[in-house]
């Protein structure tokens, strides 16, 4: 079993960053891939990023070349640097573990979820 806390969201202006963390309990994190996903109002959970077990990562085109996945195994933590926000980022931001540590962008594939953090983007 694994437990995903997920924190760092909150207020900002457009252009500006934030970054997120996602703390993971449990000894097997080293091995499986970490995703991470969004919500807002009215629609789809969509992908956002995902890293591997051994740093593979891969972005939705909406986030690419803005946002940066990265992972901290030594403590059990997933990163997420927000760079650039656009008042359409705004979201709950949800970060998930893939026990098969699959480079996938499919919410279904993953068997472990946060609660979720807010990022709130201003225009």
């Known amino acids: 079993q694994v437990q995903l806390v997920e924190s760092g969201g909150g207020l900002v202006q457009a252009g500006g960053s934030l970054r997120l963390s996602c703390a993971a309990s449990?000894?097997?994190?080293?091995?499986?891939?970490m995703g991470w996903f969004r919500q807002a109002p009215g629609k789809e959970r969509e992908f956002v990023a995902v890293?591997?077990?051994?740093?593979?990562?891969y972005y939705s085109g909406s986030v690419k070349g803005r946002f940066t996945i990265s992972r901290f195994n030594a403590k059990n933590t997933l990163y997420l640097q927000m760079n650039s926000l656009k008042p359409e980022d705004t979201a709950v931001y949800y970060c998930?573990?893939?026990?098969?540590?699959?480079?996938?962008?499919?919410?279904?594939?993953?068997?472990?979820w946060g609660q979720g953090t807010q990022v709130t983007v201003s225009s």
């Open positions: 998930a573990a893939d026990s098969y540590s699959r480079l996938s962008f499919v919410a279904g594939e993953y068997d472990y």
């Open positions: 890293i591997t077990w051994n740093g593979g990562t």
């Open positions: 449990g000894r097997t994190f080293n091995s499986y891939a």
